[in-house]
């Protein structure tokens, strides 16, 4: 019997693909909470939607972008948010103080923290893409 | 879920929540509380502009949760009317009140001097709006973002100076684009000193299963966006009404004298959606995305300087501003819709005035001294936004007889026949036959939404209707439209929440109904509302049917006046009301 050889599982990661084709609808952020927090809510939704001078102007859509050399895992002081070789961040909840430091330190402002002070961060899971209605958000692999 | 309400008091500046179960377990939502809480609030007989009038704002139980159950609903006396006031917008209003925890909201009294109230979740305050008291809507917007918290999740809703100055039809423009247009709410505004509302929070909603909840959700979303039901808002918009109505002979055209229009194809929902729309927007929670934007790009010198206007466009402002004023091209019609949006003012009722006026003019039954010498002439745009900004300032006894309708305006100088209102309404931009008309009369709030008579005379265009079954149509979807206005979804989305749907939905957020409950309700609102009507004075036997709806051929032919009092009678009979 020859030993399966397991191919490698490459990253998944959210990427932004066609920001002005949003038209702030916000199913999204819906789909975040709904599937990962298992609420109703855009506060603990981890993509969020934001308009720029109301909806007059441009929609920003902000969400992690699974940076290489995560400057959010290495803020964090206890190992909650770890960075795996494959450059995935994990969060350990039971690791997390609450200290707010990887709010902090990411520049494009995608972690928030919810009620408890710990970070909700983007797992790209892909299910806003699933409900995104016109082709903003895709998955895509990181090799 | 809480059920909460929250009490504002303009005149002594104090502001309480209330839980009131008993409320919303009756009376499920939006407008079936919304009736409920006016009849509480609103003493018999009040004058809708005084401080013992109250405003109220409703969502419902699936606000926030399901997919196109973007809307709230306001609730009040109409100052047009002397009726009920009711009218729907879409936007962030619905999400914001939310998740700021309020499902109702009570606005009594009146304010001092010129205030805002901004609510985020349960700090309430009632600040001093004096500084943009007299500023345009758009404006009032950009200033109150800065100030105020919740970008991305907060509504602002404001008035423009009509709402300040009383005029009978202005409305409250809803986050840009979108409005509680009808009836005169923002008169209401104004008459309690009150400028704007800003309601933002980050509260969330607990579900009793989250698992049957993904369920019906993903159910609703893939029925809205991968079937037909609302293709028809998806891609060009109402305003495909424009050239489907022309070509069925519904088209109001200047004053209703016509029912098709030669130059319908200038001002069509194609033409629009071809050379100006810029972009598509939706409402928070809705995959849609039927709020069509048009760049309105004007040359202002010769010197390729130019100034460009984002306006959304929709088959009614369309109807009143472009097609019943005789306007030929889309510039003119976005140009009165843009006045309107600056202004305040209610669009359709706006472009009925405008009709009225220009046909009364050129029957001499007003002068250019009442004009202040502005020509009052089909497809004069100009002159159409001057008369829009006078109706504002009421310069004089005319411009203000305007201010107060198509009705009153009508009594004053004459021309009753084609002053086109029902119930005091001015009228929505179908003339396809006798359901579209009784519709409006029978109607609670005398929209063409009350019941959607137009799309009645339709149906009855492709498969014989007889008017018995016209009748039964309008009261079934009068009885409909009840329930949907309960949960405040919009109706576009009608399509997409069956009455199974509608069932499930309930049921995954923990709201057991059955489909009798669901009836019940409907016919309760409907009661409960002309309960209301019957109070204020309304009585459906002496309703006024202009002239100029049996005179113009419609979708189904000639209208005899006979068919409508036939109609009338047999919904006053099958509403058990002889």
Avoid at chain 2, 210 to 239: F, P, S
Wanted: aromatic share 8%.
């Amino acid at each position: 019997m020859t030993e399966e050889v397991k191919k490698p599982k490459k990253r998944r990661r959210l990427k932004v693909a066609h920001p002005e084709r949003c038209i702030g609808c916000l199913s999204c952020m819906f789909a975040c909470s709904r599937i990962n927090a298992k609420t109703a809510s855009l506060k603990d939704s981890a993509i969020k939607i934001q308009t720029q001078g109301g909806i007059e102007g441009d929609f920003r859509v902000i969400v992690c972008r699974g940076c290489q050399d995560a400057p959010c895992s290495r803020a964090c002081p206890t190992g909650a948010l770890e960075q795996k070789p494959d450059g995935s961040v994990v969060f350990h909840e039971e690791l997390c103080t609450s200290c707010g430091k990887c709010e902090q330190a990411c520049l494009i402002g995608a972690i928030t923290l919810n009620k408890d002070g710990k970070p909700i961060k983007c797992k790209h899971c892909g299910a806003c893409v699933a409900f995104c209605p016109h082709g903003v958000l895709e998955l895509e692999e990181v090799s | 879920m809480l059920r909460k309400v929250l009490y504002i008091d303009l005149t002594s500046e104090e502001s309480w929540v209330e839980e009131r179960q008993d409320l919303f377990e009756e009376w499920l939502g939006g407008t079936g509380v919304g009736i409920k809480l006016l009849m509480e609030e609103c003493p018999a007989g009040a004058d809708p502009l005084s401080p013992q009038a109250p405003l109220i704002f409703c969502i419902g139980p699936l606000n926030g949760l399901f997919p196109a159950i973007t809307k709230a609903v306001a609730t009040f006396k109409s100052p047009l009317t002397g009726g009920l006031g009711e009218s729907y917008a879409g936007g962030r209003l619905a999400l914001a009140m939310r998740f700021a925890g309020h499902e109702a909201i009570v606005v009594r009294g009146k304010a001092e001097r010129p205030c805002y109230i901004s609510i985020n979740g349960g700090d309430v305050k009632i600040k001093d709006a004096t500084s943009i008291w007299g500023i345009d809507a758009p404006t009032t917007g950009i200033i109150l973002r800065e100030k105020e918290p919740g970008v991305g999740r907060r509504s602002i809703i404001r008035i423009g100076p009509a709402g300040e100055r009383l005029v009978k039809y202005a409305a409250v423009i809803v986050d840009t684009y979108r409005h509680l247009g009808r009836l005169g709410i923002g008169a209401v505004f104004g008459s309690k000193n009150l400028k704007a509302m800003v309601i933002s929070g980050t509260e969330h909603i607990d579900l009793p299963d989250a698992k049957r909840y993904r369920e019906v959700y993903n159910k609703l979303y893939q029925t809205a966006v991968q079937t037909d039901v609302m293709e028809k808002y998806h891609d060009i918009g109402t305003t495909i009404n424009i050239n489907v109505l022309n070509y069925l002979k519904g088209l109001p055209t200047r004053n209703f004298q016509s029912s098709s229009y030669p130059e319908a194809e200038k001002i069509s929902g194609e033409v629009l959606a071809d050379d100006y729309l810029f972009r598509r927007l939706s409402c928070a929670g809705c995959p849609i995305g039927c709020i069509h934007v048009a760049a309105l790009k004007t040359a202002f010198s010769q010197h390729h300087e130019f100034e460009v206007r984002k306006v959304s466009y929709d088959h009614e402002p369309i109807y009143s501003l472009g097609s019943n004023l005789g306007v030929t091209s889309a510039e003119g019609a976005l140009q009165l819709i843009d006045t309107c949006e600056r202004l305040g003012l209610d669009a359709i009722s706006s472009g009925v005035v405008l009709a009225w006026a220009t046909e009364a003019y050129e029957k001499d039954l007003i002068t250019p001294q009442e004009t202040l010498g502005v020509p009052l002439q089909w497809n004069n745009v100009k002159s159409y936004v001057q008369t829009l900004e006078n109706i504002v300032k009421a310069p004089n006894e005319f411009y203000s007889a305007l201010a107060q309708g198509v009705e009153f305006a009508s009594v004053r100088y004459g021309g009753r026949d084609y002053a086109m209102a029902l119930g005091g309404n001015e009228v929505a931009g179908y003339h396809t036959g006798p359901a579209s008309i009784v519709g409006q009369l029978v109607g609670v709030r005398h929209s063409h939404l009350d019941n959607a008579g137009y799309a009645i005379d339709q149906k009855a265009a492709k498969k014989q209707l007889d008017p018995e079954q016209m009748v039964e149509e309008i009261i079934k979807e009068d009885d409909f439209r009840g329930i949907f206005n309960c949960l405040v979804g919009c109706l576009f989305a009608r399509g997409v929440y069956t009455e199974e749907n509608i069932l499930d939905a309930l049921g995954a957020v923990g709201i057991v109904k059955t489909k009798e409950d669901l009836a019940d309700l409907g016919r309760r609102i409907f009661e409960e509302k002309y309960r209301f009507k019957a109070r204020e004075g309304f009585d459906l036997a002496r309703v006024r049917v202009p002239r100029r709806f049996f005179e113009t051929v419609s979708t189904l032919g000639m209208i005899e006046p006979q068919t409508v009092e036939d109609m009338l009678r047999m919904y006053r009979e099958k509403r058990g009301w002889t």
